[in-house]
């Protein structure tokens, strides 16, 4: 599994994960979006390729949802995969992050950030 972290002037970051997000590669997913937060505090994770995602998984978006709030950013995964998308129904976290078909769906609640 590879992330890759794009970075944007208009002050978000976007880390793309596609696959599977498990405990075998969830230390790389949390480096990933500590990486993305170093630089901007408004983060977008796209999971829109991933097609299994666990319990420690969520916790590191738990965690980047947490530093990109403190930093004053915002946060907001992308999720298209039913399968996925349930996961963050059961938890809850549905109701804690903002869930949206795309990157641009998300840069667009953002709005410029600093």
Same mark, same amino acid.
């Given at each position: 599994?590879?992330?890759?972290i ?6 978000y ?19 990933a979006?500590? &990486? =993305? ?10 999971l829109?390729a ?21 930093? $004053? $950013?915002?946060? &907001? ?26 990157? =641009? =769906?998300?840069?667009? $609640?953002f $709005? =410029?950030?600093?």
């Open positions: 599994m590879a992330f890759t794009d970075t944007a002037a208009d002050g970051a976007v880390v793309h994960a596609d696959g599977e997000l498990d405990v075998g590669n969830a230390p790389e997913l949390r480096e979006v500590a &990486a =993305a937060l170093d630089v901007r505090a408004a983060l977008v994770v796209d829109a991933v097609t299994f995602m666990d319990s420690v998984s969520l916790g590191v978006l738990i965690g980047a949802y947490n530093r990109a709030r403190e930093a $004053g $950013g915002a946060f &907001a995964v992308v999720c298209t995969d039913d399968r996925v998308r349930r996961i963050f129904r059961i938890t809850g976290l549905d109701q804690v992050f903002t869930m949206v078909d795309s990157a =641009a =769906a998300a840069v667009e $609640g $709005g =410029a950030r600093p």
